[in-house]
């Protein structure tokens, strides 16, 4: 971020909700960074003890850059996207997972809050999401 002259500030370890904020003239980004390793399915989630997945209230401000980590020596991969849309992400894919029949045919558990949001699954819609100027429109 720093190279394209946006101002950052790494917060302390165990902030709740952010990982880095971001200042761009008048604007501000909070953002949250999620890894994977390339040999990964997807990111993961763990829902707080709220109905949303990521955030109890999501502002225009709020952002997630997923990295991918390949091996050495390959480059990480970012996709940049607004927290409102991985919300809805993972939402939608809870509630077509909620309603299909688990192993054994049991029913899946609406306690169960851990989501992934898998890149083969959003492929399109996650290589659309690499441009930083995201954060500023």
């Known amino acids: 971020l720093l190279r394209q002259e946006i101002v950052t500030g790494l917060l302390p370890r165990n902030t709740p909700n952010y990982d880095i904020i971001a200042v761009k003239g008048n604007k501000t980004a909070k953002i ?8 990964s399915d997807g990111w993961q989630w763990v829902a707080k ?13 709020d952002f997630f850059i997923l990295v ?4 050495f020596p390959k480059q990480p ?16 894919g809870f509630e077509n997972w909620i ?10 558990s609406k306690e169960n809050k851990h989501r992934l949001l898998r890149y083969k699954d959003h492929k399109e819609f996650l290589d659309k ?4 100027n995201i954060l500023w429109d």
Do not use: C, Y
């Open 129 to 132: 999401r690499k441009d930083w």
């Open 99 to 108: 309603v299909k029949e688990g192993r054994n045919g049991r029913p899946h």
């Open 32 to 39: 949250r960074v999620k890894h994977k390793a390339s040999t």
């Open 68 to 71: 991918d980590m390949p091996k």
């Open 77 to 92: 991969e970012f996709f940049i996207l607004k927290t409102k849309e991985v919300e809805k992400i993972l939402q939608k």
């Open 49 to 61: 003890g709220h109905p949303n997945f990521v955030l109890k209230d999501i502002t225009e401000q």
